[in-house]
């Protein structure tokens, strides 16, 4: 069975720019969990899709946004990049409410 | 004050040392607890639940205290493969969401 994928793994733009990652949950597991990892710091939540909504969100500003689609597969975007976004951005999905989450292997940004 | 702590460490041990490592959490009605590993430039991966009763696999022992708000993690007769940092996780009652603490970086060395 294949595990959370994400893409793309590695990802360089420049300040002012969109980035846009993808997430693959497993098979059958309808939450998607995103959370950002800069470097030297813990896993900070981000943002929190089920059934194709919303139902959390981290303290992070509005440009960072996503969405989930009917295939449980989510997207986020982050708009109007700033340097300090560079991080390692982690995907987790997880079987209806849990308990464990199942990371991908994450999407390093790098914003210069 | 955080809703998870840990100590960043290092902790840094010789092979075949023990060692244990603490977390406090701050939401007395969290309901679920979990230690997670991640290696350098990896993604997290459960590593073990956390029960009232306490609960061992092989040299790994996890304990959770209520009362007190923290949970521990010891590991007995450390591997270099043990180096590592590992995260304390927590979920909130409701909230189902996974709050990871900052780490606590573990090197052991020969």
């Known amino acids: 069975e294949a595990g959370v994928t994400q893409s793309p793994t590695h990802l360089i733009k420049t300040r002012g720019q969109q980035a846009t990652l993808r997430c693959s949950p497993i098979?059958?597991?309808?939450?998607v969990y995103w959370y950002q990892q800069a470097l030297g710091l813990g896993l900070q939540f981000l943002l929190w899709?089920?059934?194709?909504?919303?139902?959390n969100r981290g303290n992070f500003p509005p440009r960072f946004s996503g969405r989930q689609f009917p295939n449980y597969s989510s997207e986020l975007n982050v708009n109007a990049l700033e340097l300090e976004d560079s991080a390692l951005y982690l995907c987790?999905?997880?079987?209806?409410?849990?308990?464990?989450?199942?990371f991908g292997q994450g999407t390093r940004l790098t914003v210069v | 004050r955080k809703e998870v702590e840990q100590d960043p460490g290092p902790f840094n041990v010789p092979e075949g040392a023990t060692v244990a490592f603490n977390c406090t959490y701050s939401n007395s009605a969290s309901q679920s607890f979990f230690w997670y590993r991640q290696d350098c430039r990896k993604e997290p991966k459960l590593l073990m639940s956390?029960?009232?009763s306490g609960n061992e696999d092989g040299r790994f022992t996890a304990q959770l205290n209520r009362a007190s708000q923290y949970i521990s993690l010891l590991i007995r007769d450390s591997k270099l493969s043990d180096s590592a940092t590992y995260l304390c996780?927590?979920?909130?009652?409701?909230?189902?969401?996974?709050?990871f603490g900052r780490g606590t970086s573990l090197i052991v060395h020969p």
């Open positions: 987790a999905s997880i079987l209806g409410f849990g308990p464990e989450a199942f």
């Open positions: 956390v029960y009232s």
């Open positions: 899709y089920d059934e194709g909504e919303e139902r």
């Open positions: 098979s059958g597991h309808t939450s």
């Open positions: 996780v927590v979920n909130g009652r409701g909230s189902y969401i996974p709050t």
